[in-house]
């Protein structure tokens, strides 16, 4: 095989010098947005060497108060003593699956490293752990759309928040994502989800849609709004985000706003096996952390072998996980009115399953 045109570069047709740099350009990669507590909750499973964790809840008793009295009734309790039987306890069981897999071994050859001397080796690991933390994001995100378009399905109202952008304002739409998570979930024993524990993840649009809303702190035109407006805050933020692009840019009704990238929804969309597209006109989701749970079954590692092809090195990357929702009335998504759910049936009922699973 050829190698690159050698005589370029040129200039007024004199050879001019090509080298290669030395310092290679950064990936900028968000870390995990959902974070234990905030979204998600995390502390079933850690460090659990097993394909499925098991989680139980102790339901609430079905017992009420009674009135005491007289009552010619024999059916009435209203005597000193309960005539009714006693009550035992009572479980719901949740399930964890922990079988989503990142183990595809990359080969890194001493040839390689000799030709180019930037450290290829270093930055091949940084890269995979890059990676893992855009898959972890994108097939959390999957899951949780998943969850909200499949009620959405299955309930007899309408469970989506359409959003018309032309007429209505975001922040508005956010409101009631939250006034349906204060309805809780009778079913999961959840009187309501509770307000520190919320999180709530927009595409680029839904960022747009809020710091420019006209009910927004830009528009109030005080000198608190130019201070936010000159950091890009929504609300809360005092200075500039953190380095680890979390995408977090600021609060609105005490809960934490979050950007994720187009790469994380087109990655979600992979996950769901749509079309890339078809998630475009979803602008965002609240989440409760109580309603989703997401697990490891150890800690991410990449081992480091010699390369049994020749001289280099084999790097042998292995993190399982898992994401469950097990109440979806702890995920709303805000939508635009354009929006036509993709569920419309049992059969296309959507479950988040591994890109890579089929070759």
Sequence with gaps: ????????????????????????????????IWRDGLGITEKFSDNVMAAQVRIIRQKMPVQKSRTLGENTSASVNDGHFNSLDA?????????????????????????????????????????????LARLINAYTLAVKVASALNYDYNSTGDELIEWAEDSEELVDKLAEAHQ?????????????????????????????????????VYNVGASRAVELLEIGSAGKLEKAPETNVTGYFGELYN???????????????????????????????????????????????????DNPRGQG????????????NW?????????????????????????????????
């Design 87 to 131: 009550e035992q306890p009572i479980t719901q069981e949740y399930d964890l699956p922990l079988i989503e897999m990142f183990d595809r071994n990359v080969d890194v050859s001493d040839v390689l490293d000799e030709m180019i001397q930037i450290g290829t080796l270093n930055i091949t690991v940084q890269t995979l752990e890059q990676q």
């Design 327 to 359: 109440i979806p009335e702890g995920e709303r998504l805000i939508v635009l009115s354009t929006f036509t759910n993709p569920v419309v049936s049992e059969a296309t009922e959507l479950e988040a399953v591994g890109p890579d699973t089929e070759e």
């Design 180 to 216: 349906r998570l204060d309805e809780g979930s009778a079913t999961h024993g959840i009187d309501t989800f509770p307000q520190e524990n919320r999180i709530a993840v927009f595409r680029t649009k839904g960022k747009y849609g809020l710091l420019t809303a006209g009910n927004s």
């Design 255 to 305: 809960t934490p706003l979050h950007m994720a990238s187009n790469i994380i929804w087109t990655l979600a969309e992979e996950y769901l096996d749509l079309t890339a597209g078809d998630l475009d006109d979803v602008v965002g989701i609240v989440s409760a952390s109580q309603a989703t749970g997401r697990g490891v079954a150890f800690q991410n590692s990449v081992k480091i072998i």
């Design 313 to 324: 090195y084999r790097l042998q990357p292995k993190t399982r996980w898992g994401v469950k």
């Design 1 to 32: 095989m050829p190698m690159s045109d050698f005589t370029l570069p040129k200039i007024d047709s004199y050879a001019a010098k090509r080298v290669l740099a030395q310092r290679i350009m950064n990936n900028v990669v968000q870390s995990l």
